[in-house]
Structures are given as structure tokens and as C-alpha cells.
């Protein structure tokens, strides 16, 4: 798998605009992009730490991922993600490794980015997002 960094931590949140104060005044951040993700029922918030970005999401529907994340286990780190580039090589690789797979192909998520997830119950509890941004080649 070719991985280039660590591309953003999730965390999920309750309120995007209070979650947004906190990281700006608190870290001196300074969030530099709000998106809906429709399909994902989700919100996000993006700030960019080196070469890491934090991404706060809301959810816009409580029966959509975050929101069922939220509801069982609180507000918090979500999943980790990397940037690789061959997302769809990396998912091969990946299930040929005996990783169980969330996403077979991928999909479309925030800032235009191809992204695929890997299901926490083969990974040792961390929800892994494998993310490949096509528009850097």
C-alpha cells in the first residue's frame, strides 16, 4: 500500500459552529472549509494541521452514521484516515490481507476526495478511511 501521511482525523460532534470556536480559539486554528456531504448525512469542518487536517463532523440525520455514532458512544474521534495513492489497489490489497472491507469500491466524500473505509472489527477498534485525491496527479 502506498501511503503518503496521516490525511485527517474524524471527529464527530454535536454542533459544528460550537466545535469550530473550540479549535480556533482554543489552538489558534483556523477552519478553512464547511461542507455537506449529502450522502453521508454528515457536515463537515476542515483545519489543517502540517500536513494533517482535523475534521469535525455533524451529523444531519440522526439515523445517518455520525449521528448513530454520537447516540451510542458520544462525541469524539470518529476514524482515522490515510492518503494513499491506488485507492482501489490499497482495497486489494487490503482484503487480501484479511481485512474486512466497509467500502469494496470507492466513493465519493468531502473535498472531492475518492475514500473507502476499513471496518473497525478487523482493525484492531479503529475505524480506518483509506483516501486517494485524484485531482494531485
Request: proline share 3%; net charge negative.
Amino acid at each position: 500500500m502506498n501511503i503518503s501521511h496521516i490525511e485527517h482525523i474524524g471527529i464527530a460532534v454535536k454542533d459544528l459552529q460550537e466545535s469550530i470556536v473550540y479549535w480556533e480559539k482554543v489552538f489558534g486554528l483556523k477552519c478553512y472549509a464547511i461542507e455537506e456531504v449529502k450522502e453521508q448525512r454528515v457536515k463537515t469542518a476542515f483545519f489543517m494541521i502540517g500536513q494533517t487536517k482535523i475534521e469535525l463532523l455533524e451529523s444531519t440525520d440522526p439515523e445517518g452514521p455520525i449521528g448513530k455514532f454520537i447516540e451510542k458512544k458520544g462525541e469524539g474521534v470518529h476514524h482515522l484516515a490515510f492518503a494513499v495513492k491506488g485507492i482501489e489497489e490499497a482495497l486489494a490489497e487490503t482484503e487480501a490481507n484479511g481485512i474486512q472491507l466497509i467500502d469494496k469500491t470507492p466513493r465519493k466524500g468531502a473535498e472531492q476526495m475518492d475514500i473507502a473505509f476499513l471496518h473497525p472489527k478487523s482493525t484492531f477498534g479503529v475505524l480506518t478511511e483509506l483516501c486517494e485525491n485524484k485531482n494531485l496527479k
